[in-house]
C-alpha cells in the first residue's frame, strides 16, 4: 500500500494531535505500518500538541483544527514560530472555512481534509518532510474565499498584495524563470514534478521557491498559492 522509503533517510518522526482518541490510534497505526515513518508521540489537545512538538522536535505535526484547552490554530502558530523547522500538516473538515484561513496564516504547510485516503495522508507527510506543501482544491477554494472577504472588509498587508501590480514599491519583480516556477506552484506541482518540467535540479527549484516567497511577501509556500490564484482569477 506505501511506497519505499526514500534510500539513506531516517525515518519521518511524527506527532498526532487529535482529540478523538478512536482517530488517533487508528493514525498511529497507519503510520506504524509505512516503513519510512513512525509516531512518536499523541497530543489530545492543542497544548499537549506543542508541549510534545517542543520536547520532541518531531519532523512532521499531524493537527486537528477543533482542539480543547487550546485550539489547532493556535497551537500551529506557536509551533511553527518556535519551531520553523517543523511541518503542520493541518486536518479539517469542509466546514471549516474561516479556521482553515487561519491555519493558513498560522503557518501551517499543508491541509488535507479528514475523508482523504490512507495513502493520501502517507503521501502528504512525505511531501512536507521533503520541503513540499499539499493543499485540496476545496481547501484552496475556500481559502480564497476568505482572501476574498477579508479584501472587501478592509485595507490588509494581504489585500494590498493582492492589488498591488507587478514590480510596484514593495514587491520586488520575479525573473522569468522565477515567474515561471511560481505559475507551477500553483498549478499544486510538487518542487520534483517542476524541476522535471524545467529540466532543473531539485535543489535549484527549492532556492527559486524561497526567492519567490521573499519577494512576493508570503509566509508559506501555501499562502503563496492561494494568493497568487486569488489574484489572476481577478484579472
Known sequence: MTSLAEPQ???????IAEDQELVRRGTALL????SDMECVGQ???GDEAVKLALLLRPDVVLMDLHMPVKSGVAATREITLALPGIHVLVLT???DDET?????RAGAHGYLLKDASEEELLEAIRALRRGESRLTPQIARKVMDQFSRLARSDETSTARYLTRPSGSAGHESLSEKEEK????ITEGLSNRQIAQAMSLAEGTIKNYVSRVMDKLHANTRTELAVMTRRKRRDL
Open 9 to 15: 533517510l531516517p525515518a519521518i518522526r511524527v506527532v
Open 31 to 34: 503510520l506504524s505500518v509505512a
Open 43 to 45: 497530543a489530545c489537545n
Open 93 to 95: 473538515t469542509l466546514d
Open 100 to 104: 482553515v484561513f487561519e491555519a493558513v
Open 181 to 184: 516556477v511560481l505559475s507551477l
